[in-house]
T-cell receptor, first 112, second 115 residues
Framework: GEDVEQSLFLSVREGDSSVINCTYTDSSSTYLYWYKQEPGAGLQLLTY?????DMKQDQRLTVLLNKKDKHLSLRIADTQTGDSAIYFC????????????FGTGTRLQVTL | GAVVSQHPSRVICKSGTSVKIECRSL??????MFWYRQFPKKSLMLMATSNEGSKATYEQGVEKDKFLINHASLTLSTLTVTSAHPEDSSFYIC???????????FGDGTRLSIL
């Protein structure tokens, strides 16, 4: 089955850039997403990319997709304390009725 | 846009009680809604997929009779946890989308605690 992996924890200083990585195994992915979850809350859609794209930028967020290596990353520029949260990458695959397969989540801690 | 409202946000009740959770899409019509369960410090586990006007499709290992799902309109789906027990305590999150190629938008979740 599909497998989506993320590192568990990332700590950055306020003002620095954060890069959260995600690797996946199934090559038939269609869309790839980044969601943010704050404590006790649901998931907030940050951005998403179609699998035939290499990059997407939206204000402080940049998504890079390396389809050959099955690697997705989210870069947050000028990271703020309000960016502290858990970040999930997720994917939909051909033939799965657009169900999301989530990564394990990366906890981002922003320090002063 | 694309706001999903989930209610209640927190429920505490006695073992044996049935609990209903509502998921509403406020500014779009949700042809498909999804119900997830999240354990502490874990990722989301899909429980079932619900299409308006038809029976929900449950994931393997999810008891249909325990977790009743109704999707009677394009803006409302409900999850009823029947005869809840302490092991059903968890964080339940719904999501909705208005088309097969559209992203899922999530509610704020319901923290269910069974005593």
């Amino acid at each position: 089955g599909e497998d989506v992996e993320q590192s568990l924890f990332l700590s950055v200083r306020e003002g620095d850039s954060s890069v959260i990585n995600c690797t996946y195994t199934d090559s038939s992915s269609t869309y790839l997403y980044w969601y943010k979850q704050e404590p006790g809350a649901g998931l907030q859609l940050l951005t998403y990319i179609f699998s035939n794209m290499d990059m997407k930028q939206d204000q402080r967020l940049t998504v890079l997709l390396n389809k050959k290596d099955k690697h997705l990353s989210l870069r947050i520029a000028d990271t703020q304390t309000g960016d502290s949260a858990i970040y999930f990458c997720a994917e939909t695959y051909t033939g799965t009725a657009s169900k999301l397969t989530f990564g394990t989540g990366t906890r981002l801690q922003v320090t002063l | 846009g694309a706001v999903v409202s989930q209610h209640p946000s927190r429920v505490i009740c006695k073992s044996g009680t049935s609990v209903k959770i509502e998921c509403r899409s406020l500014d779009f019509q949700a042809t498909t809604m999804f119900w997830y369960r999240q354990f502490p410090k874990k990722s989301l586990m899909l429980m079932a997929t619900s299409n308006e006007g038809s029976k929900a499709t449950y994931e393997q290992g999810v008891e249909k009779d325990k977790f009743l799902i109704n999707h009677a309109s394009l803006t409302l789906s409900t999850l009823t946890v029947t005869s809840a027990h302490p092991e059903d305590s968890s964080f339940y999150i719904c999501s909705a989308r208005d088309g097969g190629s559209q992203p899922q938008h999530f509610g704020d979740g319901t923290r269910l605690s069974i005593l």
